[in-house]
């Protein structure tokens, strides 16, 4: 059924549009190319197929392992506006368009690992077909997984993010959160903690190496990133208190740059960017001195588990890095801080809270020689001007916003448009009653722009983009539950709201038919 949906929606969307952007050709979807028959199709389309996969039996798939799971979702998105609200689109793995109202399909097949020890596989793979300013039809996920005792390989597209934050009502991780569609890679990873020989489980490692790809519809067109991480927990698992302390790094490299062409995309350089050859080399993060450099940013993290019986807490901090000096903490308040409790009652009116603080503003800034903030220009490089995106949507936290999605800036202009800014998020959880449960996001933020913006699509000039404060507030409710217990079938419904300076007022809301099952 995946490939007959996905051969459909080819068929229906327009195709591939040319527009100039000064240096190359970039290539979008515009739904003002698709026609109001094409749109119509579109939908048909996802809901037949929805149709389809919600009516799978049991009896329909013998043969098949027990554990595989398939899933299906309808959902749709828009607002009083021609962009989103902020937090209607925010965290959903790029399956939402937030420059216009979206309609589309998600249709996968997962099989996750059975063993505990041993050789074991895992697998998945999910269409998503949306219509919208830029639609898509495409594979969201595919990826194939092996395991043998405590390692684990990864091939493939699969949604992740990188950080021991709260998963669910937390902004995301400052270097790898929810907010982007899921990049293709290779990863070695061990299966959760491993603990060390000789400390009785007293200490325990989780490590992760990977090499992926950014798209080609980019500044630097097929640029690499290489991601690892290292993370310690103090204290067996089992005891009411741990500790994790951690280093995230990730880079982008290689790929062809229209100003100097193919940059060293070697194997010898990435095994550079991996282990910081060239960091030591240049003595520095940035890359604008070394024409074979690379953009690197890093966090460190570290956080406390408690264990209350019915509650469980959580605090976090996440220290964000782009400079060798910031490892010196010259940025000591840049970065996340976090606090969640769980209660393990699940009918509770409130099951989870959270506080978060963002603050991005010192960016290395020099204050004893008159630097003001901001002078880093986080998520930016200046070699590669896409900045920390992929597919026009920001890696890390999504209020760091591209220029794409930042008032006042052409779609055009690649980078980061707003990275200046100070938030107090808040996230609440629980349940209704009748099966019903919802959830509750709130974030306040200040937004003073950036500097070193590129000034047009060809980035031949940067500039200060520094503004005053813009106050914002933004807002989002969710409540879901079950539709048709028979058929697994369960809803969900959101509204959103922004008010403030940064962006205009706007509301919106989305709703979403979810079918899964064991095959």
Known sequence: MPSLCLTLF???????????TGHRTRHVRSAQGISSTGGRAVLWIALVCGLLAGSLRPASAQGLPDSLRATTTLYGAGGSGGTLPFWLAANRHGTVDPTSASVGVRAGLHRPFTKTSGLDYAFGAELLGRASQHGTATLHQLYGRLQYWKLRLTVGRKEQSIGRVDSSLSLGSVTRSRNTSPLPRVSVSSNGY???????DGLGVKGYFAYGRLESDRFVEDALVHEKYLYLRLLPPEFPVNGYAGIAHHAQWGGTSPLDGPRDASFEQGLNVAFGGDVFARGSFDSSTNAVGANHLAMYDVSLSVDLGGLRGRAYRQFYHEDTASFRFRNPWDGLWGVSLQRSASDALVTGILWEHLRMTRHNAKFSEGQERGADTYYNHSLYHGGW????????????????LTPGFDESIPGIGNNIVVAQHVGLEGHLGAGLSYTLLSTYSRNYGAQGVCQSADCTRRGDERTDRRDQWSFRVDVRGPLSPQYNLRFRVSAALDTGEL?????????????????
Do not use: H, K
């Not at 080819?10 to 100039?20: E, G, K």
């Not at 491993?194 to 009785?200: E, F, I, K, M, Y």
């Not at 706007?506 to 038919?513: D, I, K, N």
């Open 10 to 20: 080819r068929f229906v969307l327009p195709p591939t549009a040319a527009r100039s």
């Open 194 to 200: 491993v603990a060390v020989p000789g400390t009785n």
């Open 389 to 404: 995106t992929y597919q026009g949507q920001t890696l890390g936290t999504p209020l760091l916003t591209p220029a794409r």
């Open 503 to 519: 962006y205009r007022e706007r509301v919106g809301g989305a709703f979403a038919l979810i079918w899964d099952g064991a095959l």
